[in-house]
């Protein structure tokens, strides 16, 4: 899950595999593979980059067991 920031300020964690796409017009809105939408402060590079933190935190985490 990915931390992002509300329009409200308020905080939300997200399934960053079920967004679809990412736009931008003014504020960042995120569509889901489900047609929901979000719109969040995030800038669209944020969300990217915190997706790949996700994504490389999983991979890290999978190298850890293959160790034992």
Do not use: C
Not at 28 to 47: A, C, M, Q, R
Not at 49 to 63: P, V, W
């Amino acid at each position: 899950m990915i931390n992002l920031t509300r329009l409200n300020d308020k905080q939300i964690f997200i399934n960053p595999d079920l967004i679809d796409n990412i736009e931008t017009h003014p504020d960042t809105t995120i569509t889901f593979t489900n047609g929901n939408k979000l719109s969040v402060k995030d800038k669209p590079e944020e969300i990217v980059n915190k997706i790949i933190d996700f994504r490389a935190r999983i991979a890290g985490a999978g190298k850890q067991y293959e160790n034992k």
